[in-house]
Structure formats: structure tokens, C-alpha cells
């Protein structure tokens, strides 16, 4: 089946972890996408990749990391310098000139 | 940066009834886009317009732009209780490359009364 898988759906952080949330798809997407969902709000971006071995910071990227290092593949890591990292993580990929993004599940990240 | 603010916030209506969605945004668009979250799930697209577009119909839904007045709306007709879920409207700020980055709003969450 084509899609975005991530993994893992839920995750424990303790504090002063750094933890990796994992993205892939299948859909040979060229632009792929980091997205943090608070309860009750809507997303917003933390990273984003148009091609391999290039990424830019959104408006949240403060504690974050990414590589790019495959097209498939794009995983962010969270750092213990991101102080309140208790959300929903959702990953996304849109195609090479295609308006529509596809997202993942998501990832539920809570600190312990 | 949020860019879009939705109204009302939540929404609850009886199955077969119409829900009216509003979404409001800042600056200039190269398109706006709709999508469907159910809960603790990812977003799925629904449907672009593009800021040329006045209106679109996709199925049950129907979408307006209003680039004078920097609004959109999203119609469902004949709701059912399986559209209960969380709707997004989300913005492609003209200038943007062709990034595909978005802004989106808050959300109205609709409950639709079986």
C-alpha cells in the first residue's frame, strides 16, 4: 500500500531525552514534512525538505532536529532542549509540484 | 504563525442537516485547502481551491473563496454521523516558492448527532 508510515504511534520521554520519531513513504515524494499539533489547535510546521540532503526550519524548530539523508525518509528528533514537547507529530509529503499534502497517522510524544 | 481563524470553533448538528464551516486568513493565498481530521488521527485532504477560484464542489462538500474579503467557507450538505471529525482550513501564503508549506487554523470540530 502506498503511504506515510510513522512510527511509533506512541512514545515515553523522560526528561533530558532525546527521543527520534520516524517517518517514511512510498509515494517517491519529493517534499516531506514535520508538523506539532497541540490539544484543541491546529498544526504548526518545524521542518520541512523539498529534496535529499536539504532541509529548512519552520516556525518551530527551536529543540527539533531532521535529516534527509534518503527521499523516503525523513525523521525528527526531539532534544531535551525543546522544554514542552508533550504533542501529537504529524508528518506529511507532497509531490513535485502537487499542491496536496499527504500525512501520516502521527505520533503521540508525551514527558514522563 | 497562525494564519487562518476558524468559526464557530465547534459545531453540532443533527445527521441530514447542512454544516457551514468559516475560515478567515491575513495575507495574500496562492490557495487554500480543507481537511478532515478524526481524532488522534492524521489529516486527509478534502479539497483546493485556488485563489482564482470563487467556488468548488467536491461530492457533498462546497467550498468558497473570497479573496476581497480574505475568506473561505466550507459547506457539507446532508451531513451523516461519520463526518464528526475536526475541519482544517490551511493556506499557501503567495510567495512561498512552491514550498507546499501551509499554515493552518485552529480547527472546527463538528459533532454530528446520529
Known amino acids: 500500500d502506498g503511504g506515510i508510515t510513522q512510527s511509533p504511534k506512541y512514545l515515553f520521554r523522560k526528561e533530558g531525552q532525546n527521543v527520534t520519531l520516524s517517518c517514511e513513504q512510498n509515494l517517491n515524494h519529493d517534499a516531506m514534512y514535520w508538523y506539532r499539533q497541540d490539544p484543541g489547535q491546529g498544526l504548526r510546521l518545524i521542518y520541512y525538505s523539498q529534496i535529499v540532503n536539504d532541509f529548512q526550519k519552520g516556525d518551530i524548530a527551536e529543540g527539533y532536529s531532521v535529516s534527509r539523508e534518503k527521499k523516503e525518509s525523513f525523521p525528527l528528533t526531539v532534544t531535551s532542549a525543546q522544554k514542552n514537547p508533550t504533542a501529537f507529530y504529524l508528518c506529511?509529503?507532497?509531490?513535485?509540484?502537487?499542491?496536496?499534502?499527504?500525512f501520516g497517522e502521527g505520533s503521540w510524544l508525551t514527558v514522563v | 504563525s497562525q494564519q487562518g481563524e476558524e468559526d464557530p470553533q465547534a459545531l453540532s448538528i443533527q445527521e441530514g442537516e447542512n454544516a457551514t464551516m468559516n475560515c478567515s486568513y491575513k495575507?495574500?493565498?496562492?490557495?487554500l485547502q480543507w481537511y478532515r481530521q478524526n481524532s488522534g488521527r492524521g489529516l486527509v485532504h478534502l479539497i483546493l481551491i485556488r485563489s482564482n477560484e470563487r467556488e468548488k464542489h467536491s461530492g457533498r462538500l462546497r467550498v468558497t473563496l473570497d479573496t476581497s474579503k480574505k475568506s473561505s467557507s466550507l459547506l457539507i450538505t446532508a451531513s451523516r454521523a461519520a463526518d464528526t471529525a475536526s475541519y482544517f482550513c490551511a493556506t499557501e501564503p503567495a510567495g512561498s516558492g512552491n514550498t507546499g508549506k501551509l499554515i493552518f487554523g485552529q480547527g472546527t470540530t463538528l459533532q454530528v448527532k446520529p
Open positions: 506529511a509529503s507532497a509531490g513535485k509540484g502537487g499542491n496536496t499534502i499527504y
Open positions: 495575507t495574500s493565498i496562492n490557495n
